[in-house]
């Protein structure tokens, strides 16, 4: 007894200090859609919500080396291999330098063949450009602080790596406001104000360093391909679910632009950017539970790795619940913050959506945890199955296929269909595991 209530203490502890993280981190994008859509109206919530998947690929990337890295780093640690788990860090830290290096050549070289590839059209173009040459210039501060802030969670500071995150967005909502408002800067203010916002975090960050309470350090070492294909089957159900949605995000808007034009576009501009701020606490629990579970795993206290799951998963039951309903109260002063010059069709487009695409809350939590349990507990084969699932193989077909048999209604539909089937898998697996 003693045992299980001090492990529910460090769940609490570490998931709810990450969800309020993770809470702050979607808010600076959910603070871009708000301001953008009442300062630049429909066309600059089009030109983000094009411009919007890229960033999935820049932060799923950092996750990919952070969660990857600092879960080996974790059970690594839990053994007393000290030396190993610095050489994790540093392949880690490599791996984030090379991913930077190419999204800043293309950002400089590429930019207006990426932003047509998009599908921005004439009206959006510049705006779209402007928002994507500027996070791809910046993607080696987005990189660094995904990695720093997973290991600084992994090394016994979940409280810093909290406050890190939430000083980061909260930072990007005033200068948001300044940058687009008093200082009439567009969507280069937007967009320079969610850059700013990883430097921040990584200033509030460099306390556990130059405090001296890290335990993890760069180490003289060359890279490392055992080190390197570790962090990269552990972290690679992260960087599929950030790059998915990306992907998701791209196929979406081609489908709604043929469906219902850029208005339509903005209207799932609205659900797209609400959703990273509800999938933020799932995501929340599941990377506060990671090095809990992993701690435990090493240390083979297999009991209390089933008791944290047991937490994690009612908890995320209860939560989806409580998301969903105020969800389907509020469906309509939701989609009005949103639409500054009271269109009524993407009034009605934005509330039909919210209503049908949110009842995929309880399964997309249930996935979310249940794919980091196998990443935690070194087992990446189901978590990458779950996440290539989620992420590819059965959302995309299910998006052509119901877009054409039901229009929007089918497009809201794909994703908590796509869940469901995918949770089905995942409970199998869980169920098999033993």
């Known amino acids: 007894m003693i045992k299980n209530t001090g492990c529910f203490r460090e769940f609490a502890r570490y998931a709810s200090l990450n969800v309020l993280g993770m809470l702050g981190l979607s808010c600076y994008i959910l603070a871009d859609t708000y301001f953008i859509a009442n300062g630049l109206g429909s066309d600059g919530l089009t030109a983000l919500n094009l411009a919007i998947p890229v960033y999935s690929f820049i932060h799923g990337s950092g996750l990919m080396a952070g969660m990857g890295g600092s879960t080996r780093y974790s059970i690594l640690k839990s053994l007393c291999r000290h030396e190993e788990a610095d050489r994790m860090f540093t392949n880690a830290v490599m791996i984030a330098a090379a991913l930077a290096c190419v999204y800043m050549c293309a950002g400089l070289f590429f930019t207006d063949s990426i932003v047509s590839a998009l599908g921005a059209n004439a009206s959006v173009f510049a705006m779209t450009k402007t928002y994507l040459q500027m996070i791809l210039l910046f993607s080696p501060v987005f990189l660094l602080n995904n990695v720093l802030l997973c290991f600084v969670r992994n090394d016994g500071a979940p409280q810093l790596s909290m406050r890190a995150m939430l000083g980061g967005s909260l930072s990007n909502v005033a200068l948001d406001y300044l940058f687009i ?17 990883p430097i921040i975090s990584l200033l509030l960050l460099s306390v556990h360093f130059l405090r001296k309470n890290n335990q993890f350090h760069l180490s003289k070492s060359l890279p490392s391909a055992k080190y390197t294909a570790n962090i990269l089957t552990s972290g690679i159900p992260s960087l599929v679910t950030e790059v998915s949605s990306g992907v998701v995000m791209i196929v979406f808007n081609t489908v709604i632009l ?59 039951l209860l939560l989806s619940v409580a998301v969903y309903a105020v969800i389907v109260v509020f469906a309509p002063q939701i989609a009005a913050l949103f639409n500054k010059e009271n269109d009524p069709l993407l009034q009605q487009i934005a509330v039909e959506g919210l209503k049908l695409y949110f009842t995929a809350c309880p399964f997309v939590g249930f996935n979310l945890v249940i794919s980091t349990y196998f990443t935690a507990v070194a087992r ?55």
């Open 380 to 434: 990446p084969l189901p978590a990458n199955l779950i996440s290539v699932l989620r992420g590819f193989v059965v959302i995309l077909p299910l998006a052509f296929l119901f877009s054409g048999l039901f229009q929007m209604t089918g497009v809201w539909c794909v994703f908590p269909v796509t869940e469901l089937l995918v949770a089905a898998v995942g409970g199998g697996f869980w169920l098999c595991k033993s």
């Open 258 to 316: 043929h469906l219902c034009g850029n208005i339509g576009v903005a209207a799932y501009g609205v659900i797209a950017n609400l959703s990273l701020v509800v999938l933020s606490i799932y995501n929340g629990i599941a990377q506060g539970i990671q090095p809990v579970l992993s701690r435990h795993y090493g240390a083979g206290a297999q009991s209390l790795v089933r008791a944290v799951m047991r937490y994690a998963l009612v908890s995320t």
């Open 181 to 197: 408002f008093p200082c009439r800067m567009g969507i280069f203010g937007a967009v320079f104000a969610t850059c700013l916002a």
